[in-house]
């Protein structure tokens, strides 16, 4: 055991400190499910708990389904065949992930509604009086379509990256074996993609259970909504507790069925050489047909949105007043920038404390804290409050004596929220800086040591200029996520403290949809911006 | 006696065998030995032992009376005075060959710094490099920016892992010879660590060869040639000359 250990120092204490940090909060949630049960408890229990499972399987499913179908379509197309404008349509398929799911939603909500682009030129052009009830979205199906046009891009990327990359010798050899392409595709190309298909969906599924803004909008009771009314509607943080609790059960059996169904079977390839499968052309009809059915999809999930947010900034522009909406941008930049910050760094000492101490716990430790990623942010946010407002009560001895008239400073404090978001995203930042690691090595540190220079030192002077990209990698990502993050932004801002998102949510809720395109637009082209240029990267990456 | 080596056992983690069992022996200063072994053999476990990158279950290190492991003492690896130069040569890629030397020279003054970083310049003839970043040299230059960052804080010892592996086999010939005039001159005490008899013939003042995590062998280049002429043992009997040689 004292072998183990050998480097231990002050960075294992720290890191230590900042993996307890950061799992503590969600044991909040474990301790509520033991806590005595109240009268509401009893209520959701016996009518509505069942209604949230079947509605959240509901959706989880026929989203899973839908993304897997266009993504893996999708990626198969672009990885195996030549069609007019393929080389386009295979980054930009990815583009619908800028767009936040509660921005998709509002902004379809906007175009098929009464007054939308689509009913107006029915009535206007075409004489046509359809009954409304046709167009709407604001219900199970409508958020299945939304989540599916906003989120197939987890699976298209995964499976495209890995079919390009790793399958060439397969898909050849069974096409030498006599099978046509959709036999190639239905016998080789799903099993060996298996695993990067369940790795896009599980993704797809987490995002789904975590989402508060679509059904919100479309006012579908979800485990999610149900945690924000008990709290706020009912004041009663114990069952929304359980509520949360109930939620992480759930997530935890999603997690334990997508280990499952990936197996054992972790399709290693045997030979280590990479090579591109090479594409063949399609001609005539069947090219016309590859090229529609991506421009459509691309459509429906990028331009359509995106066109009708222009439109309306178009109309709105000036509306509000310019002072406002940057305090908007700085609150948003501020939180973000300061919790990426914050991950990055807690990621760079928890990935060197993983490195420098062998053994099992070492690697078992930082795992556990990425744990928060699957959690969704409602969960988190119940129980950072729950944490903080105990800290605050066991820290009034020391306000009082500093002469504060307060009992609650932490826990309304930018603190709380900042906190939350690390703990939710941590994961995002920790994964680019481990694999940073992985790609340096030790071979480096160790040089370094061998010279006489110290670990801190070592890891200022070697290891952090080394890990430039995989800093500023990381710390894309995360802030890109805060930027978009609704659920714990809402719950956990200070009083009056607005981000873009919550801006745009807000103005959405309360029907001031044209209001809300400006903060969307801003939110969706800063991430666009970041995904193409973060893909393009990773594309050139060397195997 | 210079570096002492005694009983030393090691096994890596998820691992039944020793890596390195009850290993012992002794260095003069200034001599260059080579420690010779397929893979798995553990030779290169001696030198992340002797560097203190990985740290010995039972037995004891010493260099010049000083203890670097025993039961009661770990020395941290940045305070053994002990020199590497890596297979791959870890060359810090952000850092040009001048900043590479003066990495591990921090303690010297400026003038120091300077005076020191020509003499190894000199040493490994790449005077006029200082400013090439690694990327920019070749492999015999890049071992040899290798060689000089090891040697310039003046170790007590250097262990050079594998440092013709990644050499074209007509550099090897050329940089065996000039390796062992670079650290004839230095007047350092080294191990190195190679699969290649050839190598170690070419190099060293004695060799070890290694088997299991054991000594097999031990002695001269001219004494152990009878012995086992061909890298590779091809007939039964050829086994059994060397054990017999053994005893």
């Known amino acids: 055991m004292q072998r183990k250990f050998t480097n231990f120092n002050s960075w294992t204490v720290t890191a230590a400190v900042i993996m307890l940090l950061l799992f503590l909060p969600n044991l909040t949630i474990v301790t509520g499910i033991f806590t005595p049960t109240n009268e509401n408890w009893e209520h959701m229990k016996e009518f509505v708990l069942s209604s949230f499972i079947k509605t959240s399987l509901i959706l989880i499913s026929a989203t899973a389904i839908l993304t897997i179908t266009i993504g893996l379509s999708l990626a198969w197309l672009i990885a195996q065949y030549q069609f007019p404008l393929r080389n386009f349509l295979k980054w930009a398929l990815i583009l619908p992930l800028s767009i936040p799911p509660f921005i998709g939603a509002y902004t379809y909500h906007g175009i098929v509604n009464y007054t939308g682009i689509v009913q107006s030129t029915l009535r206007d052009h075409f004489g046509l009086n359809l009954s409304p009830a046709f167009f709407d979205i604001m219900n199970l199906p409508g958020a299945i379509f939304i989540y599916t046009m906003f989120l197939y891009p987890y699976v298209y990327t995964i499976t495209r990256i890995f079919l390009s990359q790793q399958s060439a010798s397969l898909i050849e050899s069974a096409r030498m074996l006599g099978k046509g392409p959709w036999r190639t595709f239905f016998q080789v190309v799903i099993p060996i993609s298996r695993v990067s298909i369940i790795g896009g969906a599980s993704l797809v599924v987490l995002e789904v259970l975590n989402d508060y803004g679509v059904v919100k909008y479309y006012g579908i009771q979800t485990f999610t909504t149900a945690i924000f009314q008990t709290w706020f509607g009912l004041g009663d943080i114990e069952s929304s507790i359980k509520l949360a609790a109930s939620l992480m059960g759930f997530v935890i059996l999603i997690l334990m069925i997508e280990k499952i169904l990936r197996g054992r079977r972790q399709y290693s390839y045997s030979t280590t050489k990479v090579r591109p499968l090479p594409l063949i052309k399609l001609n005539g009809w069947r090219a016309g047909i590859a090229t529609a059915y991506g421009l459509l999809i691309l459509s429906l999930g990028f331009f359509v949105p995106i066109a009708q947010l222009i439109d309306w900034m178009i109309l709105t522009i000036g509306t509000i007043p310019m002072g406002e909406f940057l305090t908007y941008v700085k609150n948003s930049v501020l939180v973000a920038g300061i919790s990426a910050t914050a991950i990055i760094v807690f990621a760079l000492i928890v990935g060197n404390f993983s490195r420098l101490v062998h053994g099992k716990i070492a690697k078992l430790l930082p795992k556990l804290t990425i744990l928060g990623y699957s959690i969704p942010g409602a969960v988190i946010a119940v129980a950072v409050v729950t944490a903080f407002i105990a800290l605050d009560r066991f820290l009034v001895p020391l306000y009082r004596l500093i002469g504060m008239e307060t009992t609650l400073f932490l826990s309304v404090s930018l603190v709380m929220l900042i906190s939350a978001y690390i703990i939710r995203f941590f994961a995002i930042g920790y994964n680019s800086i481990e694999s940073g690691y992985d790609k340096i090595g030790t071979d480096f540190r160790d040089a370094s040591r061998l010279l006489g220079v110290g670990l801190t030192k070592t890891f200022f002077k070697v290891d952090v200029p080394m890990l430039k990209g995989a800093i500023i990698s990381g710390f894309i990502l995360v802030f890109i996520d805060i930027l978009k993050e609704i659920p714990l932004t809402l719950i956990l801002r200070p009083f009056n403290f607005d981000t873009l998102s919550t801006k745009a949510f807000q103005y959405a809720s309360d029907e001031k949809i044209m209001e809300a395109s400006q903060a969307s637009l801003l939110i969706v082209g800063i991430s666009a911006l970041a995904i193409v240029v973060f893909y393009k990267f990773l594309e050139k990456e060397p195997n | ?247």
């Open chain 2, 1 to 247: 006696m210079f570096i002492s080596i005694n009983n030393v056992c090691f096994s890596y983690p998820n691992s039944e065998s020793p890596a390195l069992d009850h290993f012992s022996m002794s260095i003069e200063k200034g001599e260059v030995i080579s420690i010779l072994g397929r893979s798995g053999s553990g030779k290169s476990t001696i030198l992340r032992l002797l560097a203190g990158l990985e740290k010995p279950t039972t037995g004891s290190l010493t260099i010049q009376d000083e203890v670097l492991f025993d039961d009661k003492t770990f020395l941290q690896p940045e305070k053994r005075g002990i020199g590497m130069v890596f297979q791959d040569y870890a060359l810090f890629p952000h850092m040009t060959v001048a900043e590479n030397i003066l990495f591990g020279l921090f303690q010297l003054n400026r003038a120091d710094k300077k005076k020191r970083l020509q003499e190894v310049l000199e040493l490994v003839e790449l005077e006029g490099f200082e400013k090439r970043y690694p990327h920019q040299l070749s492999g015999g230059q890049q071992q040899r920016v290798a060689i000089a960052r090891a040697i310039a804080p003046n170790p007590h010892l250097i262990l050079l892992d594998e440092p013709f592996s990644n050499l074209d086999a007509e550099l090897q010939v050329k940089i065996r010879k000039d390796l062992r005039e670079i650290l004839k001159k230095a007047n350092i005490t080294s191990i190195f660590v190679t699969h290649d008899e050839n190598d170690a013939h070419a190099l060293a003042d004695r060799i070890v060869k290694l088997k299991d995590g054991c000594i097999d062998l031990i002695g001269r280049p001219c004494d152990l040639l009878g012995i086992h002429p061909h890298p590779t043992p091809q007939f039964e009997q050829v086994v059994e000359t060397r054990e017999l040689a053994t005893v």
